[in-house]
């Protein structure tokens, strides 16, 4: 057999040999533009290839009410969070279009997120539909730095009836949109420590692009400890009811209802509201901005960050005041009120021609000419320490965040705004009818109701029924009201009811339980703000005070709010409309 | 005859330098893996290789030309068992007790067997009208492979009777014809560069004056791939049109082929010119690699050991490659020379490709590092055509 070699000719092996260091060469070429020229991009890139740990958010704790019923609790909602130093610009369209959003809007999330930091994941979205999670689901391995989670979301069964008291919750104030969800208003931000829970997280490995590589499952994650739950004094369908009453009278108000037995804070009802779960899904600046900035201020809670003067309310202070006191006996008679009352050049007003009354029935009729001449009895100093000693001036509870003091004014006061010749008898006179510098809280009247109704005490206004140890509650001081001045006050309070001419008959006259009440017209620049505050022995130990602003005169709105919304709340609670009392 | 001379101690230091590389890198990435079974495993491939070297050292050339047709026959039927019997994550083992074996890798080492045989077969009948003999035998094992489907695989085995037939000296217009039936199949894609491809044919075949049965056999034969193409392409399962099309363009697969790409090269480059240090590399960029021991397993050296370090595997293989050239150009033995044309073209190939691959110049294909990449299979078939070549390079004399 004749031996051949295949490389005689010889182009083939120099092919082969031309193709290998042709080959290395180029393997050569691109080993050096890649570890050389580009190491150092290369090293930066790789050290991003690392572990992301994504907390994973607790569930924050239920608020029930007295009753045991759900004011506040959590839903899982899906969340599109973005880490900014992973997330390739190129993809804005992309996940625009996932989410439904405009590419515009999601760049300007992104951006604000990095503003923050670069390489924590911030949300961008949270409540997705199911579409939009299929979509993104379908897509997120493209989407380098995207996570979708799911995620625990506040939720009120209630809805904005109880919005003032729980408040909201919404991202922390320095993290921005994507910051941890903290309360942000009310009993949300006061125990927003004890609500919180402890979040858990998981760890997942991401590439250079952060597209997810692989999850850690157990042990490397750690679940979200829920937070504690709260359970409120406040009965939930009774300040359902209040927030409806005053929807109706169309103005915005507030009625608080406590038990003056316990001290409990049935109702701290105001209107307008806001819906605390849209504020709770991420709400729009646009959304935001018209809810604090509307003339009626839905944010606000009347029931106890606004004050008003108390005005005729007042008047059962004043006459406490000038009868404990011994400045004025129970038998007091003063001149008759023809309309009028002059002192020096001034002349004041009072709203009809009373007649000569005593003083259980000038709180009865609210008379004001009765009230110009028993105050002078006593003294601006006086009448504000014994207003203090009602718990007017003060804070009633500790937990409500934006309590407002109100304003009893003593004569240092009145130095201080007037300069202390710039004031004198009149300021006195306005004083004891509740006008002038006074300003009052419906919660605080509420709780001077209920300490009327309790004899001059009452058990401190209790907000909280669990955790209540951890928040010390206000040092009340005893008034001990004598039982002589408290017959007058009750006497009065109740003939306004009975009376057929009683400022509270018409409201309250058919309702068929002992009620004891006094009205109040808060002159103010345009219509005055009608105030009811009152009481009942039975069949529950109720202590009530409703304020409706700009409602006009004669103290009409207010005793109606009160009134339907205790009639229908007992009648619910099993005491017929028709029993007697 | 002659006394024996010694194997050629340039091969067996390179492959010793390649060894080694590949079982630091390897035990590097089961570091990392946490699967030190990956490491143990692959020594004991090393030494099956090893064994089978051996094996493939005492084969005269004689003994294997005449056991190529049998071992060709056998792989052809692992290939047709594989389809019903596959496993694995794509389908590509048969598993038989504690291991499985990959017929595509075994069927790479019986294509160069059989082609160096059939070419002398042609030869020695002093005639070229006999190379449809050849691919007669290429064909199965190339259209076997392409069914399971490893396409890379098939295409690779493409060019390694391509570049057989040159070292046996066929031109070029040989072989274009040679590789007509692969490109008929890419050129369906689209009418344009099938037109472009059927013209080129047939100037190719007016040029070599070829008979009527040939114009038949090509021109009808390429038609008719071009035309079932599409029809075998709608009788693919989506996820089989993804792994060809991911071929043909990996940056169609979003989320695989063009991402292990960009993971490959930023492990390579964040490697330097010294490296991130031995075991420290896999920590960082390329522990997100999910073949980080089989097909990227290049990457994990580039990045522990640098520039230095693919220098020191590039030299190895090269002196590799080298030698088996020299062997090759130096055996009389048309079969011995041709068999080891191939194996030398076996590693040159798998060197581009792989290499290719990491570096971002390559399609993703899933293509070995032979010697280096995790797998029996790959490592006992490389050792064994080593054990050939070194056989061939010892008694090329000897015939």
Known sequence: MRTESFSRSGWPWKTYMAVLILGVAVILARLVYLQVIRGDYYARLAERNHMRVIERPAPRGVILDREGRVLADSRTVFMVSVVPAEFDSADVRLLGRLLHMDPAGVEAEVQRASMRSSYIPCAISTGLTVAEVAGLADNIHRLGGVILDAVPQRRYPMGRALCHLLGHVGPSQEGGMGGRIVGRAGLEAVFDTHLQGTPGYRREIVDAYGRVVEEFGDPGDKLAVPGDSLRLAVDASLQQLAVDRLEVSGRPGAMVVLDWRTGDALCLASWPTFPPNRLSSGITEAGWDSLAGSAEKPMLSRAWAASYPPASTFKLVTAAYLLERGLMGPDYLPDPCYGTYRLGGTEFGCWTSHGRLDVVDALAYSCNVFFYQAVQLGSVDGLAEFAGSMGLGRRVTQVLREERVGLVPDAADLDRMYGSDGWGRGNLLNLGVGQGELLVTPLQMAALAGRIAGGGSMPPVRVILSADTAISRPHVPAAGLSDSTMQVLVAGMRRAVTYSDGTLHRAMGDLPWAVYGKTGTAEVPGEPHSWTIGFLREPRPLAFAVVVENAGSGGAAAAEVAAGVLRRYLAADGFPAGGGS | ?399
């Open chain 2, 1 to 399: 005859m002659r006394k024996r001379e010694r194997p050629d101690l340039f091969l067996l230091l390179a492959l010793a330098v390649v060894l080694a590389v590949g079982l630091l890198t390897l035990y590097s990435a089961s570091r990392a893996l946490e699967s030190g079974s990956i490491f143990t495993r692959q020594l004991i491939w090393v030494g099956l290789g090893l064994g089978a070297m051996g094996a493939g050292y005492s084969l005269s050339g004689r003994m294997v030309d005449e056991m190529s047709t049998f071992a060709w026959a056998a792989v052809c039927l692992l290939l047709v068992l594989v389809i019903p019997l596959g496993s694995g994550p794509a389908g590509r083992w048969i598993v038989l007790g504690p291991v499985g074996i990959q017929p595509s890798e075994l069927a790479k080492a019986v294509l160069i067997l059989i082609v160096a045989k059939r070419l002398v077969e042609m030869r020695r009948r002093r005639t070229r009208s006999r190379e449809l003999g050849v691919l007669l035998f290429a064909l199965p094992l190339v259209a076997l492979t392409w069914m399971q489907p490893d396409l890379g695989t098939a295409a690779f085995m493409c060019l390694l009777t391509l570049a057989m037939f040159m070292w046996a000296g066929f031109g070029p217009e040989w072989l274009f014809l040679l590789l007509s039936p692969l490109l008929a199949a890419l050129s369906s894609m689209h009418v344009l560069l099938w037109a472009g491809f059927t013209l080129l044919l047939v100037v190719v075949l007016v040029r070599r004056k070829l008979g009527f049965g040939r114009w038949l056999l090509f021109l009808g034969g390429n038609t008719a791939i071009a035309a079932a193409t599409p029809m075998i392409w709608n009788l693919l399962k989506p996820y089989q049109q993804q792994r060809l099309i991911t071929f043909i363009n990996p940056a169609a697969d979003p989320q695989g082929a063009g991402w292990n790409i960009i993971q490959s090269q930023v492990a390579i480059g964040s490697g330097g010119v010294t490296g991130q240090g031995f075991l420290h590399g896999a920590q960082k960029g390329l522990a997100f690699l999910p073949a980080r021991h089989t097909d990227f397993v290049f990457s994990v050296w580039a990045e522990e050991t640098g520039l230095l370090g693919c220098l020191l595997l590039l030299a190895a293989y090269w002196v590799l490659i080298w030698r088996l050239v020299v062997t090759a150009r130096r055996s009389v033995s048309p079969f011995s020379s041709l068999m080891v044309a191939g194996i030398a073209a076996f590693f040159m190939l798998h060197l581009f490709v792989n290499v290719g691959m990491a570096l971002g110049l390559m399609p993703v294909t899933g293509l070995p590092l032979p010697l280096v990449s995790y797998g029996g299979s790959s490592m006992v078939t490389s050792l064994f055509l080593l054990g050939l070549a070194l056989r061939a390079g010892v008694s090329w004399r000897v015939i």
